[in-house]
């Protein structure tokens, strides 16, 4: 797995866990603050695909698969399954 990558992919990662958290707790609130909601979620998702094309790019694969974050949770339990193309080589 590629270092620089693999770094990159755990702080995309981990900020999208983050913001989708907050935006839920967000849509929770009262009613001036639920609007935050929805656009904080928007940005979690964008911040877990860029994660997730980290993570494929650096188990060797396209960063296109990184789609698969749209998908939240599943789609990087996905990608963790896939075999590292790096380690065989």
């Known amino acids: 797995m590629i270092a620089e990558k693999a770094t990159r992919a755990s702080i995309g990662v981990g900020i999208g866990v983050v913001l989708n958290v907050i935006g839920f707790l967000l849509l929770s609130a009262a009613d001036p603050v639920r609007l935050l909601g ?8 964008v911040a877990l695909v860029w994660g997730c094309a980290n993570y494929a790019e650096a188990k060797g694969y396209t960063k296109w698969l990184g789609a698969l974050g749209v998908a939240g949770l599943l789609g990087l339990v996905v990608l963790a399954l896939l075999p590292d193309r790096h380690s065989q080589a």
């Open 38 to 45: 929805p656009i904080v979620i928007v940005l979690s998702i």
